[in-house]
């Protein structure tokens, strides 16, 4: 007899556990969230490969003039100029329209305070 109180609990228990549950509906896939906001409208890109907004890091392609001054080279993209490094900047001559593409980083300290960024350039082609 000592088994039958056993039995009915090895069974019963299980049982009991699975049904609470039972009252509830199975879970469905949920909307987003109300008040997320939404994705900015989109820009299209200038034709340049500047981009309007923050400062993304990252690769970047940038069409423009080559600039000096002291021993800052940069590029003037429409109204802004970015500051260049790198090997093929050397060969960059003053006044020369060039497509560059390089990492985005900080603006080279030896630029003006007008310089807000900066490129390290991997290519350097004449357009």
Do not use: I
Request: hydrophobic share 35%; net charge neutral; glycine share 12%.
């Amino acid at each position: 007899m000592r088994r039958l109180p056993a039995l009915l609990l090895a069974v019963g228990l299980p049982a009991a556990v699975s049904a609470c549950g039972a009252d509830q509906p199975p879970p469905t896939a949920t909307a987003a969230p109300t008040g997320v906001p939404s994705m900015p409208p989109s820009y299209p890109p200038p034709s340049s490969g500047e981009v309007p907004g923050g400062l993304p890091f990252g690769e970047r392609n940038l069409t423009g003039v080559v600039e000096r001054s002291g021993s800052c080279t940069m590029l003037r993209v429409g109204e802004r100029l970015w500051s260049l490094t790198g090997t093929p900047v050397t060969a960059l001559q003053t006044g020369a329209e060039v497509a560059v593409s390089g990492q985005v980083t900080t603006p080279d300290p030896a630029c003006a305070t007008d310089v807000t960024r900066g490129l390290v350039v991997h290519r350097a082609t004449p357009v």
